[in-house]
């Protein structure tokens, strides 16, 4: 198969991998120049009659339908297109650069409740989503969630096995869902090939369980099916509760719904919970952004992508919220920067470098340069704060923020847009971008910039870090964007 053409440009690169429902392959499309990869995966239906083409069609028709659906979700995979060649049918969608989360849950290694509780809102904002379609995943494990290189952000993949409960694709069989999935993610119901939406539910409880408990599998009661990890972790019990009914052996005793959990977790916040005593693993902020506090406080979001197919989340609310959404380490000391000639005030760590610049051209005021990582690692991250004078006062922040997007394509090479994302900042209206790309040296960078406009000036923030290090300081980032004042 390898180097094989599908579709007269997908190009077989190598074997993904073998699964229930197919073959999943690495492939490259010859029609681009600098083509991106995908996933092509072809279809087996080891439960139907192949010989019965209509019922195969109708299958393939579903398959496709519900990726097309679920891909919409900016942390699902997208659906590219699908095709048939030979009498064989595939799906292709898009590809994620990163590692399954199982290659994080390693035994021995336990997270803090902080770890755990971003997981937790993380993985359920996203099954939110899948559930709005009456969708159940059946097959939620550790080697179905990666963690994408470039930020960090969880991804679900591994919709072979989806039960449509909604019964939009009528008489179409269903393969046997105690099969589907790793038994140590497997409620009773799913056992008896009974899965119910909160299957999923149990199965995000029990990889919680496995990273805070450091073990693998989770031993069952053999009589009451209750996992056995509430005397191995030391957490906040109102945190524990909450695991615990996600994982309740009788559906009916558990969440009924992914929102029901986020809005269980509503009485906490990643500044509230403090961490545990184990720290050997280090932890992954949800995202660079407002996301997780946005997650918390609805139960629900709208993540933006310059993806045209994933602008639009039709279940998701959109807001403005405050920045704080990381844990900012007590024993911290910071030190006030006031320009009183610019009218700006924020507070930054004692051990950074404070620089006044002045710069006329760029606008920078104040540059803060982190500590040296390390003297294999000379680059330093850095912070800086500028002031832009607009040519025309009454621009609006909507258009500003589309200059500046304008302004990154051009200026650094490769430029992504990871994330966008309206916030507060300074007590105003504001908006937030993450991307990634190579500057003038040719540094690859991860940004995280911030913005208002306040009577006809831009006040623009900007966090740049190397993106392998970007996690490293954003905690004292955002702590600084959120000390931001004007006066």
């Not at 599908?6 to 190009?11: A, T, V």
């Not at 699964?19 to 490259?28: D, H, I």
């Not at 920078?364 to 500028?386: C, D, H």
């Not at 991860?446 to 740049?464: F, M, P, Q, S």
Request: hydrophobic letters at 35%.
């Amino acid at each position: 198969m390898l180097g094989t053409i599908l579709h007269s440009h997908y190009q077989i690169v190598k074997v993904l991998g073998i699964g229930k429902s197919g073959t999943t392959y690495l492939a490259k499309d010859l029609d681009l120049i600098d083509s991106p990869f995908y996933v092509v995966k072809k279809i087996q239906n080891l439960n139907i009659d192949s010989s019965d083409l209509a019922l195969v069609d109708k299958l393939f028709e579903s398959q496709g339908s519900i990726a097309y659906q679920v891909g919409k979700h900016p942390q699902i995979p997208s659906l590219i297109t699908k095709f048939i060649t030979d009498g064989d049918r595939y799906l292709v969608r898009e590809y994620i650069d990163g590692e399954p989360l199982s290659q994080e849950l390693t035994p021995g290694i336990i997270w803090s409740q902080t770890q755990a509780f971003n997981l937790l809102t993380e993985l359920l904002g996203i099954l939110s989503f899948v559930h709005s379609f009456q969708y159940i995943h059946q097959d939620i494990n550790p080697h179905n969630i990666i963690r994408r290189h470039n930020d960090g952000r969880l991804f679900l993949i591994g919709f072979g096995c989806v039960q449509d409960v909604s019964n939009a694709w009528q008489n179409l069989p269903r393969q046997e869902s105690k099969t589907i999935n790793d038994p140590s993610y497997v409620p009773y119901e799913q056992e008896q090939n009974v899965s119910k939406i909160n299957s999923d539910i149990y199965a995000v409880g029990a990889i919680a369980i496995q990273a805070l408990t450091g073990k693998y599998p989770i031993e069952k009661d053999v009589y009451s099916y209750e996992l056995k990890w509430r005397d191995e972790v030391t957490i906040d019990l109102k945190l524990a509760a909450v695991i615990n009914k996600m994982v309740r052996p009788d559906y009916r005793n558990r969440y009924q719904s992914a929102s029901e959990v986020l809005d269980a977790l509503k009485a906490f916040s990643s500044t509230q919970i403090p961490a545990s005593k184990y720290q050997q693993f280090k932890p992954y902020v949800l995202l660079g952004t407002a996301v997780s506090t946005l997650l918390l406080g609805l139960g629900a979001i709208k993540l933006f992508s310059t993806s045209a197919d994933k602008s639009e989340l039709s279940a998701a609310i959109v807001t403005t919220t405050s920045i704080p959404i990381v844990t900012t380490n007590p024993a911290t000391k910071w030190q006030n920067y006031v320009d009183k000639l610019a009218k700006i005030k924020v507070k930054y760590p004692h051990n950074w470098q404070q620089k006044d610049t002045r710069n006329v051209v760029t606008g920078e005021n104040v540059l803060f340069t982190s500590p040296v990582a390390s003297m294999g690692n000379k680059y330093q991250a850095n912070i800086s704060v500028r002031i832009e004078n607009l040519t025309n006062s009454q621009t609006s922040l909507s258009n500003y923020t589309k200059l500046t997007i304008a302004e990154i394509d051009r200026y650094y090479r490769g430029a992504k847009i990871i994330e966008s994302s309206p916030i507060t900042l300074a007590k105003k209206p504001g908006s937030l971008i993450v991307y990634t790309g190579k500057d003038e040296n040719s540094l690859a960078i991860k940004n995280l910039e911030v913005w208002t406009i306040d009577r006809g000036k831009a006040y623009i923030i900007t966090y740049k870090a190397q993106p392998d290090r970007y996690y490293q300081h954003l905690e004292a980032a955002m702590a600084m964007i959120n000390s931001f004042e004007i006066e």
